[in-house]
């Protein structure tokens, strides 16, 4: 998998910060996939929004973004959905690969984020436990907008803008990265909706409020001891396993 390597400025100073970050970039370059989730998110928003109690976060108030707690798209069943599962995990094992990191049994939970015109994602982190293990996201839809992520320092209380790193968004494009890493997004100004695929991939069962699995949510992602299931079952549960290998 390309890398893409956020480094630290040579330290002049023993007690400068040094840090390098690495994104694992890669293109899901099939339209017909990526028309097909658009239209299942669309279709399937307003159910979610109606079922789910938002809790704010990340600057979004309302959404699915804010009902990510309480769904998994790696349990969606359709087609381009189960596209979008074994891409991501295939990018994914092949981001553990380039950085010569073993496969270790991770468990998965995915949401869609839908933006609507002037909606931005504020800095925000997915996990900075002593557990963070690895995040994503897929942008199915988008106009002129980018992501924008941070080094694991604050200057101000702030992320500083002058080390900022964007990545400019376009559709099929999947960036794996560190969940301790600060991001944001720039302004949507469209008229479309942006569309995004977002998870995290934990190394334990459960989430950080603590809840066993997100209430059974959790998607076996990889178990190196066994097999796999990344679109099916509940957390622990593989009922169409197959084996993996890293190149699969
Ligand atoms: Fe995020």
Redo the contacts with the bound molecule.
Sequence with gaps: MPLKRLKSPPAQSPFAPIWEIPLGIEKLSDAETLAGIRKIVLAREPELKQEIKAKPI?GIDDGLTSRWHSFNTFTWNEPPMRQFQEFVRKSYLGYLSALNISRRKCYVQGWANVVRGGGK?AP???DQSPYAFV?G?LTVACEDTQTIYYPPYLYRGAPSPKMQVPIQNEPGLLTLFPSTIM?ETSPHNGDSERITL?FDIFLQDFDLGGRPGADGMHIVMDDPAGFTGTHVGRAGTVTSGTPLSLND
């Design positions: 990340a994602f925000h982190c997915h995040s996201n991001h977002a």
